[in-house]
């Protein structure tokens, strides 16, 4: 491109050329440069190139010109973030990317200035990186929640942990046998019914009911007394006649009622709690009341002998 000084730049070319001169005045344009600033080529002839940018920058860029060609060298993009900020004659503000070319003629220094107007990308730039700020702060608060979420979670479960526990203890601790039935099958039970019934441990768990009961229709009778009573969501409790590990038959009370009743996991909640002593202390109060009641019938008879010996 000959800087020649008045004259308007021809071409195809879509990017803004302009040529200053030594002291930083425009001396050609092209037209994408007169279209790009809004003026003709002969309002923009002759103008310090100052005139071509925001007030905010005009008095510190007649110095960085300078010290761009003290270096020597070109490059691109005096700006920030290899940009410059560009001023139509209406007053107008754009970015452009701008190349800066240093250049002798005749014995005179020139500047060749090629500007690309990139108002549409920053604006695009601008609309991504709005968009991944909003994203990132989106992700930031779904990861807060989220990990407020856990939070809650894990208290929680820690929670249901201890509780579960507890009631282990005391599952396990109880002064009655406990059992948990399926189906006639034992889920689970305690250790105190493990050992009302003399079994090792966890050898009842899967076990039918009817290894708790002398006979078949024992457990049949049993079966169909409590099933019956317990479909109308009471309580039954009764004593009944059982059978330990070793087949020694002992008398025990039983207390069932229903658990998650009407859904598909609907169990029976059984207490055991051993009766022999209380039966063995009731069948020998028996045996001494009958002991009594014949020594007073031989008492009785014996005094009516003798009274009948006498007279």
């Not at 060749?112 to 709005?130: C, G």
Request: charged share 25%.
């Amino acid at each position: 491109v000959a800087p020649i000084a008045g004259m308007v730049l021809d071409g195809p070319a879509m990017d803004a050329i302009i040529v200053l001169d030594a002291r930083q005045h425009i001396t050609n344009v092209n037209a994408a440069a007169s279209l790009m600033f809004g003026a003709t080529p002969s309002e923009l002839l002759g103008r310090p190139v100052h005139d071509l940018l925001p007030a905010r920058f005009r008095d510190a860029h007649p110095a960085q010109i300078e010290a761009f060609a003290a270096e020597g060298i070109s490059r691109r993009g005096m700006g920030q973030h290899g940009l410059v900020q560009g001023r139509r004659l209406n007053g107008e503000e754009f970015p452009a990317e701008a190349s800066i070319a240093r250049l002798h003629l005749g014995g005179e220094r020139h500047f060749t200035v090629i500007l690309r107007d990139v108002t549409q990308r920053k604006r695009a730039e601008d609309e991504i990186h709005a968009l991944n700020t909003r994203l990132e702060q989106q992700v930031a608060q779904r990861t807060a929640a989220l990990q407020e979420t856990a939070e809650r979670l894990e208290a929680e479960r820690r929670q249901l942990l201890a509780a579960t526990q507890e009631l282990q203890t005391i599952f396990e601790t109880a002064s009655v046998g406990i059992l948990l039935l399926r189906d006639r099958r034992v889920m689970r039970c305690n250790r105190r019914l493990e050992e009302i019934f003399g079994s090792p441990p966890g050898e009842l768990v899967g076990q039918p009911t009817r290894v708790l009961y002398a006979s078949d229709a024992e457990h049949q009778a049993l079966g169909r007394d409590l099933y019956h009573a317990l479909a109308g969501g009471g309580t039954v409790r009764r004593e009944q006649r059982f059978v330990r590990h070793d087949g020694t038959p002992f008398w025990g009370r039983i207390t069932c009622r229903t658990f998650l009743a009407g859904q598909p996991e609907e169990g029976v909640l059984a207490i055991v709690e051993d009766m022999s002593l209380e039966h063995e202390a009731a069948q020998a109060l028996h045996e001494a009341k009958e002991a009594a009641e014949r020594a007073n019938s031989a008492k009785s008879s014996f005094l009516a002998n003798m009274s009948h010996e006498i007279r």
